[in-house]
């Protein structure tokens, strides 16, 4: 079956721009969480969505939002962009929620502010 | 936040010697997983242990977890170069916490040389 699809691949933008990056989770998980990655923080916890309702919300700012479908796919939007949000966003999708199963986790949107 | 922290950052051993990563935790979980990254890209799950196991094995991969030491170890027998990757350490929290966060430890840099 399909892998977790995230798009674009690679982003440049300004600072003060907003930036959309998507998520397609493996069909039947219900549960997508987003992390940020830079080599300062490691991986950091942004979010996490089961059938449209926000679970969890890591300790990131308000410029940093998304949302669910129900279809199961995903969104989040940064806002007024700093050059401190380059970094690798991951998405992750899982059937439930952890506890019984691991996550997979897409390729990665890799977004450059300049 | 990080929740996990592995030992070592960084390990490097001969093909067909074997790895230990160590990893530590602060609070309860339900279950502890282990994945693998490979230059940047997305995570890769490799094995997920719960909270009332203490081994487990999958090929060439073997987990133990100690809750009341609050620590987990993965051992790659073994190696071959193409386990050079980071792995990293994530604790899924336990039933009733409120939380479907996946929290990441910063991984160790496994090089496997040839």
């Known amino acids: 079956k399909a892998g977790v699809t995230q798009t674009p691949r690679y982003l440049i933008k300004t600072r003060g721009q907003q930036v959309t990056l998507s998520c397609s989770p493996i069909s039947g998980h219900r549960s997508v969480s987003w992390y940020q990655q830079t080599p300062g923080q490691g991986l950091q916890f942004l979010f996490e969505y089961f059938s449209e309702t926000q679970r969890n919300k890591g300790n990131f700012p308000g410029r940093f939002s998304g949302r669910q479908f129900s279809n199961s796919r995903s969104e989040m939007n940064v806002s007024t962009l700093e050059l401190g949000d380059s970094a690798l966003y991951l998405c992750a999708s899982t059937t439930r929620g952890g506890t019984n199963y691991g996550y997979t986790f897409g390729s990665g949107t890799r977004l450059t502010v300049v | 936040s990080q929740q996990g922290e592995e030992d070592p950052q960084a390990l490097s051993i001969q093909e067909g010697e074997n790895a230990t990563m160590n990893c530590s935790y602060k609070?309860?979980?339900?279950?502890l997983q282990w994945y693998r990254q490979n230059s940047g890209r997305g995570l890769v799950h490799l094995i997920l242990i719960r909270s009332n196991e203490r081994e487990k094995h999958s090929g060439r991969l073997r987990v133990t977890l100690d809750t009341s030491k609050k620590s987990s170890s993965l051992l790659i027998t073994a190696s071959r170069a193409a386990d050079t990757a980071s792995y990293f350490c994530a604790t899924f929290p336990e039933a009733g916490a409120g939380s479907y966060q996946l929290t990441f430890g910063k991984g160790t840099k496994l090089s496997v040389i040839p």
């Open positions: 609070t309860s979980i339900n279950n």
